[in-house]
């Protein structure tokens, strides 16, 4: 047992992951949740929590370990919430996707007396809710952490050993460079895929139904990702804005290139760049962080045009 009480502030797909996972292993001697929706509170004593609070505040009384995962919007109120009611010794940390903001929204609310070592498990599906969740979704994937100068070793050490024991990979880093990393990975990737599928809903009233009808692969897996939950999204663009923006630029400036090559029938310079960005595919399957399988390893009927 990894840690005596555990308590999840907000019970979606992570929360809710990381609970099935901890039950599975037998990481927590118990797990006490918080969510705002009544509805959700309910679902989740039902499928994963031992005890379920209708306050952060009392949800964290004894816990030794304290899971924020809320959207990054909402992390500052509740730590002011929780800051007065966390027990001495007890490591804080969070799920959050930007890191710079949950570090300047948390840390001043919290007691000299707990540690804080905000995290990130880069592991997530298109789905949210309580009821969203399972216990492998964190099976060989990264989870970074940014801990602050200072941190207790041990404290670090055992956070750690949680998060390993639910399947993850660990990885530190400062939160500078986290933030400029997931814009990379993950923030930008979002951006361009809202940002596709919205000219595709703008095509689709001049054309009716033909964009969602016929669409194959590539436009497919663009909506796929763009089905996360706005809330958080939004939140993460908000406050990831100058790693986002950067990236975009360079993106833009990428796109130009493209765009020029195209207009001047440049074929050398196509092939030679798509050959480049397909090693980066074949990096992501090496490294175990995808499938090789056919359609990204979907069970599908019949073929599908790419």
């Known amino acids: 047992m990894k840690y005596r009480r555990v308590a999840l502030i907000g019970l979606g797909l992570i929360a809710s992951s990381m609970a099935h996972a901890m039950r599975a292993k ?40 304290v899971v924020l995962c809320v959207p990054v919007g909402a992390m500052e109120a509740i730590a002011a919430e929780i800051g007065p009611h966390l027990a001495p010794g007890a490591t804080v940390t969070d799920v959050g996707s ?44 990264w989870w970074l952490l940014t801990p602050p100068e200072g941190v207790d070793p041990e404290a670090l050490s055992r956070l750690r050993g949680l998060i390993e024991s639910m399947g993850a990979k660990v ?9 400029l990393v997931v814009a990379v990975v993950s923030h930008v990737p979002h951006a361009i895929a809202y940002t596709m599928v919205g000219v595709a809903d703008h095509m689709r009233r001049v054309s009716q139904s033909e964009v969602i009808k016929y669409s194959a692969a590539g436009f497919r897996d663009f909506t796929r990702i763009a089905a996360s939950d706005p809330t958080m999204w939004r939140d993460v663009f908000l406050t990831n804005k100058d790693a986002v923006l950067d990236i975009l630029g360079r993106f833009g400036e990428e796109l130009s290139t493209l765009q020029r090559a195209i207009r001047m029938g440049d074929g050398d310079h196509l092939h030679a760049y798509f050959t480049r960005t397909r090693a980066i595919r074949r990096g992501i399957i090496e490294a175990g962080q995808d499938t090789a399988a056919p359609d990204f390893g979907r069970a599908v009927e019949g073929a599908e045009g790419g």
Do not use: W
């Not at 509805?39 to 964290?60: I, K, M, Q, Y």
């Not at 592991?123 to 492998?136: D, I, K, L, M, V």
């Not at 990885?171 to 933030?179: E, G, K, L, Q």
């Open 98 to 141: 930007v890191k710079q903001a949950v570090v300047d929204a948390v840390a001043p609310h919290l007691p000299e007396s707990v540690h804080f070592i905000p995290g990130h498990p880069m592991a997530g599906t298109e789905y949210s809710g309580p009821r969203s969740g399972f216990a492998t979704l964190f099976q060989n994937r």
């Open 171 to 179: 990885d530190s880093m400062n939160v500078a460079h986290h933030d």
């Open 26 to 65: 037998g990481l927590a001697g118990e797990i006490v949740g918080h969510a705002k929706s009544a509805e959700t509170r309910a679902v989740a004593r039902e499928l994963f929590c031992d005890r379920v609070c209708e306050t952060a505040a009392e949800a964290v009384k004894g816990a030794d370990l």
